[in-house]
């Protein structure tokens, strides 16, 4: 567990140590002579001093911005007073005098050769520091202003102090100049502390957005599988689905069958009925045909023997016989005309 804590930025996990007992010991060995980072103790002093070097220089830098921005401020400012009311003179010329120490401050900082330039390169329009310093306002002006600068300066801080002051607490923007004093005093405190509570919401802001970035990422990754799990429910409801379906499609399908093979069997039958009547029709023309046609010889053969019968009456046992086949010939015709009337009956 120390060798983890001495390396957090390693992704290391106790069975990685385990496995490797001799990158273990390295890794041991190793943090006896590096800090948590992977600086060597050496290396971290040297950091540290420059890291301090860095702050004095940035401070000194700081200071001198400030002031430089500070004179900008209050000359700018008597600028537009000139412009709206009269001025004293003595005003007039101390921010005169103010603005051109600048100018020649700042025109002698640009001609100063840093440590890294060439010596010998040439000076910018061919002038030196010490020709621009004799531009520099009468002694009498400069040491005049140097004695009024800390009271101006300090008139104008105590100006923007209560400013910072009437924005940080409005309702202090009417209080007396000596409670604005004593408030001032602690404003920094103040300040300090909102700076800090600022940076403490700041870093929970930021832990915050890690936290929803995390618990997105596992929110999404939940998502995914439920959606998985959710369309092997619907493939499975699908095919159980599509199962019952098929299985009244096939049920559907058979009895349209059925009713086909049923009017399939109706038509055939029609048919067969149909050519059944028509033979029947046929035949039946055929029998009263045949029977009309022995009607009509029984009836001529009637009338033959009627003619005979009337001829052959005056002979006696002759004429019995010729009685006899008369009644005979007489009850075939009955039989045969009965059949054929009992005939047309049924075909009609």
Not at 267 to 277: G, P, R, S
């Amino acid at each position: 567990m120390s060798v983890l804590a001495s390396f957090p930025l390693c992704q290391l996990t106790e069975e990685d140590l385990t496995q490797h007992p001799l990158f273990c010991k390295l890794l041991a060995t190793l943090s006896q002579h590096v800090d948590r980072t992977g600086l060597t103790v050496t290396l971290k002093r040297e950091l540290e001093k420059a890291e301090r070097d860095l702050q004095t220089q940035r401070l000194s830098w700081l200071c001198s911005e400030s002031m430089y921005r500070l004179l900008q401020e209050m000359i700018q400012e008597h600028c537009v007073r000139k412009h709206h009311s009269t001025v004293a003179p003595e005003d007039d010329t101390f921010y005169e005098t103010v603005e051109q120490c600048l100018v020649v401050a700042q025109c002698v900082r640009q001609l100063d050769p840093s440590a890294t330039a060439s010596q010998d390169q040439p000076p910018v329009l061919g002038l030196s520091a010490q020709q621009v310093l004799e531009l520099m306002p009468q002694e009498q002006d400069v040491w005049k202003m140097k004695q009024r600068l800390p009271r101006e300066l300090e008139k104008h801080l105590k100006k923007k102090c209560f400013s910072v002051l009437s924005y940080y607490q409005p309702e202090w923007e009417d209080e007396s100049e000596g409670l604005k004093n004593m408030k001032l005093s602690r404003l920094s405190g103040l300040l300090e502390r909102e700076r800090k509570r600022a940076e403490s919401l700041k870093e929970k802001s930021r832990e915050s957005a890690s936290l929803l970035q995390r618990q997105t990422h596992c929110y999404l990754s939940e998502l995914l599988g439920c959606i998985q799990i959710l369309q092997s429910l619907i493939l499975d409801h699908r095919l159980k689905a599509q199962k019952e379906l098929d299985r009244k499609k096939i049920d559907y399908f058979e009895a349209k069958c059925e009713i086909i093979m049923q009017k399939i069997r109706a038509e055939m039958l029609e048919i067969q009925l149909d050519t059944y009547t028509a033979d029947t029709i046929s035949a039946h023309k055929k029998i009263r045909e045949k029977l009309e046609t022995e009607l009509n010889a029984s009836q001529l053969e009637k009338q033959s023997v009627e003619c005979k019968l009337s001829s052959f009456e005056i002979f006696g046992k002759e004429f019995e016989a010729l009685a006899e086949e008369y009644s005979r010939l007489r009850q075939e015709i009955d039989t045969k005309s009965w059949a054929l009337k009992e005939f047309s009956q049924h075909t009609d």
